[in-house]
């Protein structure tokens, strides 16, 4: 999760704007992720999906304390 989220804190400007899973949902937003639904969700795959958006600063909440395991890499 730490390396999907880098290049967006990385960048002075970036936003992330993705489709996830709802069960993932609850497992970032307990990881400190500030996340904000921009739609209808839909069910795919036999799963709700659900399109959400975060800025910078919704992601830092965790990457700050995550982002150390990039350097594993």
């Known amino acids: ?5 880098k290049p967006i804190v990385e960048d002075k400007y970036s936003y ?6 709802s069960k993932l ?3 970032m937003k307990a990881l400190g992720f ?3 639904q921009i739609g ?3 069910d ?9 958006c975060s800025s910078k600063k919704g992601i830092m909440g ?3 304390k995550y982002g150390e ?4 890499v």
């Open 16 to 21: 992330m704007i993705a489709e996830i899973d």
């Open 62 to 64: 965790s990457f700050s």
């Open 44 to 52: 795919c795959l036999t799963s709700e999906t659900i399109p959400v």
């Open 40 to 42: 209808k969700s839909i």
């Open 69 to 72: 395991l990039c350097k594993a």
């Open 34 to 36: 500030g996340t904000r």
């Open 25 to 27: 949902l609850k497992v």
């Open 1 to 5: 999760m730490a390396l999907a989220v």
